[in-house]
């Protein structure tokens, strides 16, 4: 396996990342925020996406950080696209508007790489209290920069399992392996189908974008030993692999997936695995928490089994919104301060007291799966979530070496926009525009595009 130091962008990318064009859209000129003001005095700019963990935080931090400690956040909240442009902005800039922002294991070996991020070794060995070793260590690893360094720290995590309607199952004969494969996964499928009247076999995304099709595609070419790139950046998406595992997918929601899948995402798939629509469904260990929830109509209905393989042992993919401290920051010292707050146990705590233990966010620490009540909240699928978090390989996902790190992403500035193209090509399939050897030869020419950028590196 190549180590991560190895990954060094050509001189085109890194002109690019640092002109702001690092995660599409592209930047077109130099942007300071508010008047270029950043966070001052006893005061930070947390700049986070919306999703319901962080906005649960938004309503804790004044009753509880500000009045601990006398920092006040200013919150900026932004749906997920708009919240990663303007993240680029600024932190490619280093125009220091935001001390802090949310940030993937994505982004952050990247940023960490550009000089953007504020090293966290020092301050988690000065914080006792906050427990670096109690972090899983493949969030760990994968939020650690090409010098061994931290750069952030997660708030909560996810890998990706299958779930399937264990009550359908017990009905219809059909049994669950403990460890399923692929092949397995489409012969349940097809018995599973029309199981309940307008149920399919299994949901899978189509939707086009590289944090759609694509993630759950790339785990499927993984394990039927398939690779975006080989360990000399030759370009592989024309290899027998790749064409053996986007066919299986492909035909697989054809033939026994939800309706309209191409245009089917998470959100679709878990509308339609609660409203009893699919038989099971292959996604993120988050959704569990959503079809668990007390309103859900599929409560105590759902199993949970590890992500299907073919070569490989384990599947799943890896991935945490995290903590990043901008080295442009004013106010370092206090930006860790909210952050230790933020990914610490006794915000995890706070959250389970005073608004549920379903609602805390899990997927980072080994002591939240050993809490009795997170464990009798999430019994359903705290354990198989766990394990899959702990098996990920983000830096060994497949069987051939890798020239940088993913597992369901390649690790380098390039891959919004070529993961985003050729999801384009592979929906397009799914929807039966063309065929599957026809999207991977266009998808094989724009990879072939990048390679040339980081061959003979």
């Known amino acids: 396996m190549r180590t991560q130091s190895r990954l060094r962008p050509p001189r085109a990318a890194l002109a690019a990342a640092a002109a702001g064009t690092l995660l599409a859209p592209l930047l077109s000129g130099c942007w300071t925020g508010a008047g270029g003001a950043g966070s001052g005095g006893d005061s930070l700019n947390v700049l986070m996406v919306n999703n319901p963990q962080m906005v649960t935080l938004q309503k804790l931090t004044a009753a509880h950080f500000t009045r601990d400690t006398g920092i006040e956040v200013n919150f900026t909240v932004l749906p997920e696209n708009d919240v990663r442009d303007k993240i ?36 988690v060995a000065g914080d006792r209290a906050y427990d670096e070793r109690d972090i899983l260590e493949p969030m760990r690893q994968s939020l650690t920069g090409d010098d061994g360094k931290l750069y952030g720290q997660p708030f909560y995590g996810e890998s990706s399992f299958l779930m399937y309607r264990k009550d359908v199952f017990a009905r219809e004969g059909l049994t669950m392996p403990a460890r399923p494969t692929w092949r397995q ?54 290899s027998p692999e790749w064409e053996k595992a986007t066919k299986f997918y492909v035909d697989l929601v054809r033939e026994h997936g939800e309706s309209g899948a191409a245009q089917a995402g998470f959100a679709e798939c878990l509308n339609n695995m609660t409203q009893g629509k699919v038989a099971m469904w292959y996604d993120a260990t988050s959704a569990a928490g959503s079809l668990e929830s007390a309103g859900s109509p599929v409560r105590g209905k759902v199993g949970y089994a590890p992500a299907p393989v073919e070569k490989t042992e384990s ?65 359903a699928f705290q354990e198989t979530t766990k394990e899959a ?37 592979i929906s397009a399939a799914i929807a039966g525009r063309q065929s599957v050897e026809s999207a991977l030869r266009k998808s094989q020419q724009l990879a072939e595009e990048i390679a040339e950028e980081y061959e003979g590196r």
Request: net charge negative.
């Open 185 to 238: 996964v489409a012969d349940l499928a097809a018995k599973a189908d029309g199981a309940e009247p307008g149920m399919k076999g299994i949901c899978l995304r189509g939707l086009p974008g590289w944090g759609e099709v694509m993630a759950p595609l790339t785990t499927v070419v993984n394990t039927f030993g398939g690779t975006w790139f080989d360990e000399d950046w030759n370009a592989r998406l024309d």
């Open 315 to 379: 599947s799943g993919w890896l991935y945490t919104w995290a903590w990043g401290i901008q080295n442009a920051s004013r106010n370092p010292d206090d930006a860790w301060k909210f952050v230790s707050w933020a990914s610490g146990k006794e915000y995890e705590e706070l959250v389970g007291d005073e608004i549920g233990w379903s609602d805390v966010p899990a997927g980072k620490r080994a002591s939240t799966y050993a809490h009795p009540a997170y464990r009798a909240e999430a019994a």
């Open 88 to 123: 680029s902005q600024d932190f490619a800039n280093q125009a220091g508007q935001y001390d802090v922002a949310t940030l993937s294991n994505y982004e952050i070996p990247i940023y960490a790489r550009n000089g953007w991020l504020e090293e966290m070794d020092s301050y």
């Open 389 to 425: 978090i702990e098996r990920a390989r983000p830096n060994d996902p497949g069987v051939q070496p890798r020239p940088a790190p993913g597992i369901q992403f390649v690790g380098i500035p390039e891959f919004t926009d070529l993961g985003t193209r050729v999801s384009q090509e």
